[in-house]
């Protein structure tokens, strides 16, 4: 099994990047998806999931600024990021949901 994020960097305030979490080993189809992060001292916290069906949800942090999609025949899930705050610097990971499958993270930093 893998995940394996990737479209991490640095960006400055207000902009945006596109995360991918690419998975093998796995049928995607069956799990729901979901982008965590973690950053310096801070727990580890969910941002986005994804249903099989496509529904989503979001914590208020990053909603209406975040979005989340899959791409089933691809085995592939995405996060969108836009206007991007210094807050929003950290590592951040793809796991299966209710699974010990995850990605090994991708750094994003916000700064000018």
């Known amino acids: 099994v893998q995940l394996v994020e990737s479209g991490g960097g640095l960006v400055q305030p207000g902009g945006s990047l596109r995360l991918s979490c690419k998975t093998s080993?796995?049928?995607?189809?069956?799990?729901?998806m979901e982008w965590y992060r973690q950053a310096p001292g801070k727990q580890r916290e969910l941002v986005a999931t994804?249903?099989?069906?496509?529904?989503?949800n979001y914590p208020d942090s990053v909603k209406g600024r975040f979005t989340i999609s899959r791409d089933n025949p691809k085995n592939t899930m995405y996060l969108q990021m836009n206007s991007l705050k210094p807050e929003d610097t950290a590592v951040y990971y793809c796991?299966?949901?209710?699974?010990?499958?995850w990605g090994q993270g991708t750094q994003v930093t916000v700064s000018s």
């Open positions: 796991r299966a949901s209710r699974t010990n499958y």
């Open positions: 994804i249903s099989t069906g496509y529904s989503t």
């Open positions: 080993g796995i049928i995607f189809t069956i799990y729901d």
